[in-house]
């Protein structure tokens, strides 16, 4: 319901991130566009920017440089922060960080292991292709938040108006709106999980890499990637009419405990309980194949 007139919320792969992207993302798009505007992407609770240096961060399970020799620790090593492990060890070793493009230069090679995934035109129908790697960590963080940037979104938006009824001054969210979201679910179950998971630890360590260049540079973007997939599962079922507000532009959820939930359950209350039955099922799924 995030749609393009305003939506009932705040603002507002594959491998297994394409279905990431699809469904995080295709929940993330829906949400983006029910906000009033593009936010900055702000950094973690707590967590200082990232220097310049961060971007060259090592992956995952990858041994840092060093110009001290084997079996000294250095100055710098003895003052750096510790890093905690991973919540949720990837499942498989990803590729090594050297052998994969700056994220700047990694559009083409991630379009061509999508490819093997979906069709061009459905790419290009539902996912903003440019810049993926940095849309995809970004939509993917934020889904457990209040709100995911607009610009930065890694799906398109859903076409079509928000379907609204008004009797009485009360505003009701109609259940034609759920079909808008028709194509874009059948996109999402259409994805194999196993290619889209292979497509993902493939690419990882540009996850990674952006991940904590955005300021997380102890952070483990896997960990972050089950957050929002759990966040999104423990999305409540809302029967019965949904009412909104419009104190603005954008329409609102009425019922405050709803307006306060985070952008990835307001996106799977937005889609419909019969959607949003189906993109659980898709989630569970590849849960089970990032977490073993």
Known sequence: MPPPNAPPATTAGPPWWLVLVAILAIVTGLYLWLRDGPKPVPPGPGVPPASS?????????????GNAPAGAASEADASAPKVDAPKYPLPAAQAEASALPETEHSDPPVLEALLGLATRDAMAQFLNMQDFVRRFVVTVDHLPRELIPAQLSAVRRVPGALAVATEDGTITLQPENFTRYDAFVRFVESLDSRKMVAVYLRFYPLLQRE????????????????????????????????????????HKFADPLLESLSAGRKIMIRVGPAHAARLKKVLRELRAGLVR
């Open 53 to 65: 240096s961060v971007g060259s961060a090592a992956p995952d399970g990858a041994p840092q440089a």
């Open 211 to 250: 991940y904590r260049a955005m300021g997380f540079p102890q952070g483990h973007f896997h960990d972050r990637v089950i957050e929002a997939i759990d966040d999104m599962l423990a999305a409540p079922e809302v029967t019965g009419p949904i009412r909104l507000v419009q104190p603005q532009v954008h």
